[in-house]
């Protein structure tokens, strides 16, 4: 079993920005895509950004497009999500997600992930 913990959520002021941080328990972490989703209250599971195992390829969606970095250590297990010029409706609890595949790709799917962590709040006050 692969466990993901999430790390760096917290308030913030609206323009400021935080660093979430997933640590994963496998070893064989750089053979793993790697991702972020969102679930704000009342809304559903959204894609925010994606990264392939060898750190080749990026994805984000538009919504976070140019202010989030998306970033990996394969040396210590864990991805990461730089996040700048944070908005109100940023506020969401952050998911990171992984799938082990022998495929350097990126996926936006949270269908096509296999674990998941238990997630840590974002909220920006405005």
């Known amino acids: 079993q692969v466990q993901l913990v999430e790390s760096g959520g917290g308030l913030v002021q609206a323009g400021g920005s935080l660093r979430l941080s997933c640590a994963a328990s496998?070893?064989?972490?750089?053979?793993?895509?790697m991702a972020w989703f969102r679930q704000a209250p009342g809304k559903e599971r959204e894609f925010v950004a994606a990264?392939?195992?060898?750190?080749?390829?990026?994805y984000y969606a538009d919504s976070v497009k140019g202010r989030f970095t998306i970033s990996r250590e394969n040396a210590k297990n864990t991805v990461y999500l730089q996040m700048n010029s944070l908005k109100p409706e940023d506020t969401a609890v952050y998911y990171c997600a992984a799938r082990w595949t022998p495929s350097d790709n990126y996926y936006t799917g949270g269908e096509e992930y296999d674990y998941w962590g238990q997630g840590t709040q974002v909220t920006v006050s405005s």
């Open positions: 990264i392939s195992r060898s750190d080749s390829s990026t």
């Open positions: 496998r070893r064989t972490f750089s053979r793993a895509a």
